[in-house]
């Protein structure tokens, strides 16, 4: 997909990956329009980029769908969505202070699975009405898991169990949009230098970087944005999962 064609929802647009991928994005041609939950940082970050911004809740229907109307309306339509919105806890399974809590578990699943998912029907739906491209092409979906998906750590199960399932959706993901000219792909990101990072201590930095293979630091958002930018370019990846972790394995 031509970048300079495209116009691009990036959910959690106002920090950290989501924002460096709307910052990616807009510089390179795209019209941009950024959903997040906290309007104050979107406001002004799409007012820097030259983007639009929605206050968005990712896992309400009615928020995502009237979303999706501002959008179109500022941008003409939408063939890209990237979902970059979601949080991050550390709870064990059964800890000091009991079971971990059902509540906390269901809401890091709502808004890093459903949340995701969500956003993906409905815009679909957006897309599917859009003038197919010289590939067959009406829309390109990059998802946002985790390696936790993978080598989840102690205290993540709620993360690795939410990001596992978006790494898991990307193939009847993008077999159902197959015959709408729809793909899907999705980013496992290592360990990147986000708000997300920031409440750890220098330290707790140091050493998270010294377990990456090389290179030996932590990835930077820009890195991740280059790699959205990338899914949305290539017509003939669909449905991948791929990496972005300098070779890094949690343990
Ligand atoms: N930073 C990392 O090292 C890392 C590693 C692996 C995966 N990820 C994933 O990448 C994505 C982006 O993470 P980040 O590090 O940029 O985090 P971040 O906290 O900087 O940004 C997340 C954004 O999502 C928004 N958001 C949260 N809940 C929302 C909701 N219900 N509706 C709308 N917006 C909502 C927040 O307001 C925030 O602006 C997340 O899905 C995260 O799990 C991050």
Known sequence: MDIRQTAAIVTGGASGLGAATARELAAAGAKVTLFDRDAKAGEAFAGEIGASFVEVDVTD??????????????????NALVNCAGIAIAIKTLGRD??????????VIDVNLTGTFNCIRLVSEAMAGNEPNEDGERGAIVNTASIAAFDGQKGQVAYTSSKAAVAGMALPVARDLASLGIRVN???????????????????RTELAADVTFPKRLGQPAEYARLARFMIEMAYLNAECVRLDGALRMR
């Open 61 to 78: 229907e009615a928020s995502v769908r009237a979303g999706i109307e501002a959008a179109v309306a500022a941008m003409g339509k939408v």
């Open 98 to 107: 009991g079971p971990h809590p059902l509540d906390i578990y269901k809401r």
């Open 186 to 204: 999705t980013i496992a990101p290592g360990i990147f230098m986000t708000p997300m990072l920031m409440g750890l201590s220098e330290e707790a």
